[in-house]
């Protein structure tokens, strides 16, 4: 059973980079079927994807978040991880992240299609 | 104010039916996959339906999806208390910046 853990500090402090790792078990990250993605949740709101990334390093950002976001992956450790700069009080959510198997759009390019594995969430809080 | 519309919030009584619309264009939901997530308080969302109409391994046939052009409709029948939850549907938006998106979720109460 596939199975993601995200890990990494519960408090960040303004305008510092807020890093987050997700290890995948019972399962290769390196498989060619999936991308893996980081979403997020801000307390009481909606769902933000924040990005993805192919085992190869290929990655795909939220337009919102792209000049603060930095997703990577290391195919050694069957990780992948997390870098968002600059962080504001605004960046206090709940961050998941999950797998997702995707597909080539009518233009030929990969689209993701669900995310059907999610870690269990980590909640980060920026505060000084 | 997320790309997908949704409803904020729906009820039914238990037993009934009860459907979720989510709403995009022909950049995201005209043309690609919708899948559908239940967020059960306190936890992770879970897969509920995929590529429109499709339900994982575990899923019960109470719940349905459907797409019509630019939109989309999650249906839920023989409504439970158990269903009380936040639904979320998403597709991937294949504008310029090919990105993912989510609606902004539905409250569903169970009266």
């Known amino acids: 059973q596939l199975q993601l853990q995200e890990s990494g500090p519960g408090l960040v402090k303004p305008s510092e980079t807020l890093s987050l790792t997700c290890t995948v078990s019972?399962?290769?990250?390196?498989?060619?079927?999936?991308?893996w993605g980081w979403i997020r949740q801000p307390p009481g709101k909606g769902l933000e994807w924040i990005g993805s990334?192919?085992?190869?390093?290929?990655?795909y950002y939220n337009p919102s978040l792209k000049s603060r976001v930095t997703i990577s992956v290391d195919t050694s450790k069957n990780q992948f991880s997390l870098k968002l700069s600059s962080v504001t009080a605004a960046d206090t959510a709940v961050y998941y992240c999950?797998?997702?198997?995707?597909?080539?759009?009518?233009?030929?390019?990969?689209?993701?299609?669900?995310?059907?594995?999610w870690g269990q969430g980590t909640l980060v809080t920026v505060s000084s | 104010q997320s790309v997908l519309t949704q409803p904020p919030s729906v009820s039914a009584a238990p037993g009934q039916k009860v459907t979720i619309s989510c709403s995009g264009s022909?950049?995201?939901?005209?043309?690609?996959?919708v899948s559908w997530y239940q967020q059960l308080p306190g936890t992770a969302p879970k897969l509920l339906i995929y590529?429109?109409?499709k339900r994982p391994s575990g899923i019960p046939d109470r719940f349905s999806g459907s797409k019509s052009g630019t939109s989309a409709t999650l249906g839920i029948t023989g409504l439970q208390t158990g269903d009380e939850a936040d639904y979320y549907c998403?597709?991937?938006?294949?504008?310029?910046?090919?990105?993912?998106?989510f609606g902004g979720g539905t409250k569903l109460t169970v009266l």
């Open positions: 999950a797998r997702t198997p995707y597909y080539y759009d009518s233009s030929g390019y990969p689209a993701q299609d669900y995310f059907d594995y």
């Open positions: 019972g399962g290769s990250i390196s498989s060619s079927s999936y991308y």
């Open positions: 990334i192919y085992y190869s390093g290929s990655t």
């Open positions: 022909s950049s995201n939901i005209g043309n690609n996959y």
């Open positions: 590529d429109n109409n």
């Open positions: 998403g597709t991937w938006d294949s504008s310029l910046s090919a990105y993912w998106v």
